[in-house]
Every structure is written in C-alpha cells, then in structure tokens.
C-alpha cells in the first residue's frame, strides 16, 4: 500500500477486550473503492507524521 490520503470513515470495534477505533483508508495512487479498514493506533505507529482529525 502507499501512503494515505484521506480517511473515508470511522468504526469501533472490539480488539481483544477492549474498544478500538478503525479508520476507513484511502490510499495514494488507488481507487476509493480499493480503501480499506485500518486500525487507527497501527497506522498512526506506521505514519506518524499522519494527522487524523475525527468528526465532531
């Protein structure tokens, strides 16, 4: 995959025992139909220069 581009969308779901937040990922030099679901800690460990700003 590349590099993101835009969040699309955001979910909760369960990861283990505990809450966690996806983020629906569309990638650089892709199609929006190829974005796919991210967890949000795992993307922000492999991009941390990625801001993610969620939806009020």
């Given at each position: 995959?590349g590099?993101?581009?835009?969040?699309?969308?955001r979910?909760f779901?369960?990861?283990?025992?505990?809450?966690?937040?996806?983020v629906?990922?569309?990638?650089?030099?892709?199609f929006?139909?190829?974005?796919?679901?991210?967890?949000?800690?795992?993307?922000?460990?492999?991009?941390?220069?990625?801001?993610?700003?969620?939806?009020p």
């Amino acid at each position: 995959m590349g590099d993101t581009l835009a969040v699309l969308d955001r979910t909760f779901v369960k990861r283990g025992n505990v809450a966690a937040t996806q983020v629906l990922v569309y990638w650089q030099n892709s199609f929006p139909e190829d974005a796919t679901w991210e967890y949000l800690f795992d993307l922000q460990q492999r991009f941390p220069e990625f801001e993610f700003s969620p939806q009020p």
